[in-house]
């Protein structure tokens, strides 16, 4: 379970800005909707966001502050493999809410950081809304899966050698 103390909204302004690097062709209308259904969370470090294997609840959108994405090598909350580290402006968890499957990749905090949290009928329902949100969620969906393969490779080949 995620702990992470609950705090003010994050401004609509900065938030939509943070939002639109991440995903640049998300409409307005969306962003909006995502920012009146978000909840501001502050974590310490150390304190996870997320655990791989739960189920996923939503998305984090990383507004200040580094996280560890880290995978288990057999079963949850096992012996850890680091996957990256991400820093804000990030997004965590569009790919785990938009397949309906559980949360892929543990997320520590590394520093203090401060997220907005979106609940997953919330997301789904935004992307819904047009269907230009779901074509620039897509887009972010397909970027991130490029990314992810190419950080297996790397690993892969750190394994090899």
């Not at 800005?17 to 307005?28: S, T």
């Amino acid at each position: 379970m995620t702990s992470g103390s609950v705090v003010q909204r994050i401004d609509l302004q900065y938030f939509a800005e943070i939002l639109v690097k991440i995903v640049p062709d998300l409409p307005r209308p969306v962003v909006e909707w995502l920012w009146s259904a978000h909840r501001a969370r502050c974590y310490s470090p150390a304190e996870f966001l997320q655990f791989e294997g739960e189920p996923s609840q939503g998305i984090f959108l990383i507004v200040l502050g580094q996280v560890r994405l880290s995978l288990s090598k057999e079963s949850p909350r096992a012996q850890r493999i680091h996957y990256r580290d991400v820093g804000s402006p990030a997004v965590l968890g569009v790919s785990d809410v938009m397949s309906g499957s559980s949360v892929s990749l543990t997320a520590q905090a590394l520093t203090e950081v401060q997220t907005a949290f979106v609940p997953k009928h919330a997301f789904l329902k935004a992307v819904q809304l047009l269907p230009q949100a779901g074509l620039a969620v897509s887009q972010f969906i397909a970027h991130d899966l490029r990314s992810t393969y190419s950080r297996i490779n790397e690993l892969r080949a750190q394994t090899y050698h």
